[in-house]
């Protein structure tokens, strides 16, 4: 399995990014999920529903299952937030796993940066970003030898990662 982080600031279009990369490595032929880190309480189960029902009462865990999808509901004892290594070995097994959020991560991940929000990027200080997906690489505030690519053009960021895939290579036993 492949993992590849993407991290920016709020409204900077990393979901959009992801939204638009999935269906390209698909037509590689891929298999492609999803973590996504959430910053505020959220629900994906509704009240009233059956699986809201059982956390309400109580429940660990709640596994909802049909024959087109799974979802799995945990709630935590003690509040703290897992680590990636931790989520990454809750999925199943893919070839190319997607991961939103965890800015301060020790994977491989692609800054995603705007010009128009004046915010300092990450990329000089943190070695774990392998590529830039930005709006104008000539605004980027700092030079770099890293790979940049427009966010427009998700299928040429597509092949980038198609010829580039054993670098994101995901070792498990790596990471204790």
Same mark, same amino acid.
């Given at each position: 399995?492949?993992?590849?982080?993407?991290?920016?600031?709020?409204?900077?279009?990393?979901?959009?990014?992801?939204?638009?990369?999935?269906?390209?490595?698909?037509?590689?032929?891929?298999?492609?999920?999803?973590?996504?880190?959430?910053?505020?309480?959220?629900?994906?189960?509704?009240?009233?529903?059956?699986?809201?029902?059982?956390?309400?009462?109580?429940?660990?865990?709640?596994?909802?299952?049909?024959?087109?999808?799974?979802?799995?509901?945990?709630?935590?004892?003690?509040?703290?937030?897992?680590?990636?290594?931790?989520?990454?070995?809750?999925?199943?097994?893919?070839?190319?796993?997607?991961?939103?959020?965890?800015?301060?991560?020790? %994977?491989?991940?692609?800054?995603?940066?705007?010009?128009?929000?004046?915010?300092?990027?990450?990329?000089?200080?943190?070695?774990?970003?392998?590529?830039?997906?930005?709006?104008?690489?000539?605004?980027?505030?700092?030079?770099?030898?890293?790979?940049?690519?427009?966010?427009?053009?998700?299928?040429?960021?597509?092949?980038?990662? %198609?010829?580039?895939?054993?670098?994101?290579?995901?070792?498990?036993?790596?990471?204790?």
């Amino acid at each position: 399995m492949k993992v590849l982080g993407f991290f920016g600031p709020s409204g900077v279009g990393k979901t959009t990014l992801i939204e638009q990369l999935i269906p390209e490595l698909k037509a590689y032929g891929q298999r492609v999920s999803v973590i996504k880190h959430a910053h505020k309480r959220f629900d994906i189960d509704q009240p009233g529903k059956d699986s809201w029902r059982h956390r309400q009462a109580g429940a660990l865990e709640v596994l909802v299952a049909s024959g087109q999808r799974l979802a799995l509901l945990r709630e935590y004892e003690v509040e703290g937030q897992p680590t990636v290594h931790q989520l990454i070995a809750e999925m199943a097994d893919c070839d190319w796993l997607l991961v939103e959020g965890f800015k301060h991560a020790d %994977i491989p991940k692609v800054e995603v940066w705007r010009a128009a929000l004046g915010q300092a990027p990450g990329y000089p200080d943190d070695p774990f970003v392998t590529l830039i997906a930005t709006d104008k690489p000539d605004a980027l505030p700092q030079a770099t030898a890293l790979p940049v690519f427009e966010m427009a053009s998700v299928t040429v960021l597509a092949s980038h990662l %198609i010829d580039t895939a054993q670098r994101y290579e995901y070792c498990a036993d790596l990471r204790g």
